[in-house]
């Protein structure tokens, strides 16, 4: 029979714009995490475009899966079972990979876990660096802007959540204002690390801090994106595109600290005893420099440890989805062929299932 350290899962991600298999195992290994990119398929329109980003699944997700087999020198026998993101995001995309770990699990008569996109970057520090239950998570991504306290597998108490646009949607918006290539969100924080006054940039552009102050977590960056809108001009050098590209960094750093000093509070007071404590951040904006730098001078001052898994983990990827399915099967999680394709799927619904 075969040991829980032993397992070997086929991880298969569809939700956006990446196609994405991985094998993971029991043990934290990472045997193979294949990742293709449509950002040539959605570049020219500015932002994805779900009927393409379905289509582009169709095309490349036997592709990928073979890949990851072939890199993890292991064949569709040797696997213990395949996990698949069911939701959130694009319903088509979504629908794609599901529909593939599902045959796949029907051919070969292995176990198929349904696995929430969402949990997947939760649980991925405890992939990257064997993370014990509880901590803080930080959820920063182009479609969505998180706080909520991991207490177990499953349990996961929503702190704050964005109330309009994600933060990583304001940074991809405001590349493209910008004119820079897109995902926008990485050249805004290239053009921004080129600012040498800060201050400057900040005197010359006073941007909004929105909700900053406020109580409670949530957060909220439409009326952010408004306001670089209004100082943007046709004239504008690239000079004054590095100072507004800086200023706006920095806003969102701002209200990122205020926002987790808040939820660092209330896991405080939850956790009262626990002497170190993590506070973990994942999806693609936990990669900037500067939102980082920000966060872990906040967490030392409150003695925990801020910790963003490697850059290849935090973006969409088949490894955390292959990880969270290695933890369900631990508990017995499985699901069956019925298992839907959500658009839409809170991490608060997990909570009765895990029980």
Request: glycine residues 8%; negative net charge; hydrophobic residues 40%.
């Amino acid at each position: 029979m075969t040991q829980q350290t032993d397992i070997k899962i086929l991880g298969i991600e569809s939700s956006c714009d990446e196609t994405a298999a991985s094998i993971v195992t029991g043990k934290r290994e990472i045997l193979s995490n294949i990742v293709s990119s449509q950002i040539k398929d959605h570049e020219r329109f500015g932002g994805v475009v779900p009927e393409i980003a379905a289509r582009a699944h169709m095309e490349q997700i036997e592709l990928i899966v073979d890949m990851a087999l072939k890199d993890a020198d292991m064949a569709l026998d040797d696997i213990d079972g395949v996990a698949a993101t069911c939701g959130p995001g694009l319903i088509g995309g979504v629908i794609v990979g599901m529909m593939a770990g599902k045959t796949i699990a029907s051919m070969k008569n292995k176990p198929f876990i349904g696995v929430n996109h969402l949990e997947g970057h939760v649980l991925s520090p405890r992939l990257s660096d064997g993370m014990a239950f509880p901590y803080l998570v930080l959820l920063v991504s182009g479609a969505h802007t998180q706080i909520l306290i991991a207490h177990d597998l499953g349990d996961y108490e929503l702190l704050g959540t964005t109330l309009d646009d994600a933060v990583g949607e304001c940074f991809d918006k405001v590349g493209r204002m910008l004119g820079l290539p897109f995902p926008g969100g990485k050249y805004v924080a290239e053009l921004a690390a080129q600012c040498n006054d800060r201050k400057a940039a900040a005197q010359k552009f006073q941007l909004p801090r929105p909700l900053k102050g406020r109580k409670g977590c949530d957060f909220s960056f439409s009326g952010l994106k408004t306001a670089v809108l209004r100082h943007i001009t046709d004239d504008m050098d690239k000079n004054d595109k590095i100072m507004l590209a800086a200023a706006m960094e920095d806003a969102v750093a701002d209200v990122m600290v205020d926002r987790v000093k808040k939820a660092i509070e209330i896991f405080k007071d939850r956790y009262p005893d626990k002497n170190k404590s993590h506070i973990v951040s994942g999806g693609g904006v936990a990669a900037n420099i500067t939102i980082k730098k920000r966060l872990t001078d906040l967490t030392d001052t409150y003695n925990m440890i801020f910790t963003a898994p490697p850059a290849h983990l935090c973006t969409d990827n088949g490894a955390m989805i292959a990880w969270a399915g290695v933890e369900r099967f631990k508990r017995g999680l499985i699901d069956d062929m019925s298992a839907k394709a959500r658009p839409r799927w809170p991490l608060q619904e997990l909570q009765k299932e895990a029980k």
